[in-house]
DNA sequence: TTTTGCCGATTGTTCAACAATCCAGCGATT
DNA sequence: AATCGCTGGATTGTTGAACAATCGGCAAAA
């Protein structure tokens, strides 16, 4: 926790100078590129949002922990109030957990809840593959495949985490729908929040590899069907070796 | 919007006696069975939340109206920070949207966001009924089909609405999945959001029975490749008729 | 040992203030 | 007459401070 006030002190948030007021002027005339661009500054609360939520994918912050809405507040330099706001945000995420009256806790996934989750990746992938795609969606799905190819001939192993998301990302991307996308990148986000430990496990996303291939390969040739049952064979075991790893 | 405050007045949250501190003692004297029953009593900014979302479902508030943060605290006798919490909830299931510094507004969808819904359903209905289910969550089904029946031999067409919805209901309770069950509600929020009127079509739903019926029989028979094609029919028609009424 | 009752810490909620932002209206300019 | 820029009013975003309600732990009592 004492990284934190540090982070966000250089991006974003200020750190112990009275009223934060006038940050966003100093942000956009530092890199007025940026601030022209996106128009839209995200609000104090969404920021406060961002930074936990990285914290929670790198595993700061471990499931079960307990944070304190003043203890934040202080150390990001916001209103409890605004840390409220991020903390809803962050519930509707299931991210984090709130028990009444006692605070809210990082959520922590039990067996129960990892198969729920495969339960809905099930759905939404085999669904998003079974609808084909545009070529260029696929052409993106082919794109993960062979960055993944890259990471794995350069041993780089975080690349290959980073590639498979991507591919089942572009999975999703097939059906060209923003609430199946967006269901995705929150059911991601709670793997993230109970496996990125797991992810140390060399060997572990190798085997992976062949499995997205050939399921690129059957979806290029229009062979869709297959391509669903290839995915679904494909999360079925990664859901027992997740569960296998978990359990232990 | 005149109703709001009485409404909640005899149910929940206090009308206009300056600070409103004890009505959880209040309440708690007045009917001490049911607060000892229900021991996590919902927290005021859920209970706005609640009420909001009830006007949403009952097509109060139609689509674009605006909702303005002091007029919502003032009618419902609560502070300006709460209704912006439950603004936070209502936003995260995209019931209404922020756009920053101009307040929220009721959510309208469009005519891609019907279509994105469908797929959403699609996804997770399909997937449910292919996974086939426990005896008991099939003659879960079964049981609204017959009430589906019921309520057309009534000539009861908010029951013949009711009963669709505790259908597909059921059809996704098949999965025995908290978060698809989670999802498909905040879908049907939307849709109820958006098609309130439409329900007042009397052969509207008349069609579907037959549709129902069809899909449990292949269920009941174990044929859940049949009932999962039927399924995607049904919801495929059912996508275009809202399209229709909604692009006139 | 179990129960009771109290204490400290934290949450839930309110209120009041203020800067930042947006919108509508209005006048000045072309 | 149409456009531009300005200004004022209203609303949001955020803060800080206050206080009751609630929870967990701990010590005293039974």
Redesign the pocket.
């Known amino acids: 926790m004492a990284r934190t006030e540090a982070a966000i002190e250089g991006t974003y948030l200020r750190g112990e100078n009275?009223?934060?007021?006038?940050i966003?002027?100093q942000v956009g005339a530092r890199n007025s590129a940026a601030a022209r661009l996106r128009l839209a500054?995200p609000?104090?609360?969404e920021r406060v949002a961002d930074e936990l939520r990285l914290q929670l994918a790198e595993g700061q912050l471990p499931p079960g922990a307990r944070l304190?809405?003043?203890t934040i507040a202080e150390e990001l330099g916001?209103?409890?109030?605004?840390v409220?706001e991020a903390f809803a945000e962050l519930t509707s995420e299931r991210l984090v957990v709130?028990h009444?009256?006692?605070?809210v806790f990082v959520a922590s996934l039990g067996a129960e809840d990892i198969h729920d989750v495969y339960t809905v990746r099930r759905a939404i992938e085999v669904s998003a593959i079974r609808g084909g795609g545009t070529p260029e969606a696929v052409a993106a799905v082919r794109s993960a495949v062979e960055e993944g190819k890259r990471a794995a001939a350069a041993d780089d192993e975080e690349g290959l985490g980073n590639a498979n998301q991507h591919f089942h990302g572009a999975i999703v991307a097939l059906a060209d729908s923003p609430r199946l996308q967006a269901i995705m990148s929150q059911i991601l986000a709670e793997m993230r929040l109970a496996f990125h430990k797991a992810s140390s496990d060399a060997p572990f996303y190798g085997g992976y590899l062949i499995a997205n291939e050939e399921i690129c390969v059957a979806l290029e040739s229009g062979d869709l069907d297959r391509a669903a049952k290839l995915l679904l064979a494909y999360l079925d075991r990664s859901e027992e070796d997740q569960a296998a790893i978990h359990g232990a």
């Not at 009275?18 to 006038?22: I, T």
């Not at 916001?78 to 605004?82: C, K, L």
């Not at 009444?100 to 605070?103: A, K, M, T, V």
């Open positions: 009275g009223r934060g007021d006038k966003a002027g500054v609000s104090v609360a304190t809405e003043s916001v209103s409890r109030n605004t409220r709130r009444p009256n006692r605070g």
